[in-house]
């Protein structure tokens, strides 16, 4: 079964919809997200309606446990604090019912998922190979999927080595049938790895092959709802440097 990974949409409608029609065009079986529907941009019920129609499965991530009340704002940052109240304001009820469903890790196909790590689901952002090691000795399936940190990323632990990692870019491919690995798809709504493309990977849970992707979609347009939505200008800013 071939699976599209998404993460961290992060209400950006534009890059959420080109993502699915990559995903649609690749042919994948699946589509699993691994949490932040909303935050900081300006279409929460539209992402969360179109990954509620698309999705097999899906977890919370933090900004969803902000707007569900799950978690203070007082732990966010002030901008992603901004964006959580005003989600509230304007999320309907059905979906607010629905994020408030969701786990923040699962297991499907046995693979693990989870948005932050195997070791914290909710907060921990895996971004060294020390990170990697602490959370390999916690996770309990071979592969695991993590998002949370915007970057794609890909860590791998064989049984007599310490865990090796490095950052992924379009095109790249990693064979993940043998020892152990932890996969970041990146981010579909807020990149951070200097890409400003939307990020996603495919998965193929038979031969576990792993290759990632990068989507064009319309920048101008997200950054163009942010500030009509009035929330702040660096949201929108930072969309074209994919920071």
């Given at each position: 079964m071939r699976v599209a990974v998404i993460s961290d949409i992060h209400a950006n409608r534009q890059a959420l919809e080109?993502?699915?029609?990559?995903?649609?065009?690749i042919g994948a079986?699946?589509?699993?997200?691994?949490?932040?529907?909303?935050?900081?941009g300006a279409d929460p019920n539209d992402c969360v309606q179109l990954v509620r129609e698309h999705a097999s499965v899906c977890l919370a991530g933090n900004h969803d446990l902000a707007v569900t009340?799950?978690?203070?704002l007082d732990d966010f940052s002030r901008g992603a604090a901004l964006a959580a109240r005003w989600t509230l304001d304007v999320i309907g009820d059905s979906e607010l019912k629905w994020l408030s469903s969701l786990p923040s890790e699962a297991?499907?196909?046995?693979?693990?998922?989870?948005?932050?790590?195997?070791?914290?689901?909710?907060w921990e952002y895996v971004i060294s190979t020390l990170l990697?090691?602490?959370?390999?000795?916690t996770m309990r399936t071979r592969i695991g999927l993590i998002g949370h940190s915007h970057v794609a990323l890909a860590f791998h632990r064989t049984e007599t080595e310490?865990?090796?990692?490095?950052?992924?870019?379009?095109?790249?491919?990693?064979?993940?049938s043998s020892d152990r690995w932890l996969l970041n798809p990146g981010s579909v709504g807020q990149p951070r790895d200097g890409d400003p493309r939307a990020?996603?990977?495919l998965l193929d849970t038979e031969s576990s092959v792993v290759t990632w992707q990068r989507t064009e979609y319309d920048i101008a347009g997200a950054a163009a709802a942010i500030r009509a939505a009035r929330l702040p200008?660096?949201?929108?800013?930072?969309?074209?440097?994919?920071?």
């Open positions: 080109a993502v699915l029609s990559a995903v649609d065009a079986d699946e589509l699993w997200c691994l949490g932040d529907l909303v935050g900081y009340g799950d978690l203070r297991t499907a196909e046995e693979v693990g998922l989870f948005h932050g790590s195997p070791r914290d689901p909710v990697a090691d602490l959370c390999f000795d310490l865990a090796t990692g490095d950052a992924r870019r379009i095109g790249d491919s990693v064979d993940a990020a996603w990977l200008d660096s949201l929108a800013d930072r969309l074209q440097y994919g920071q």
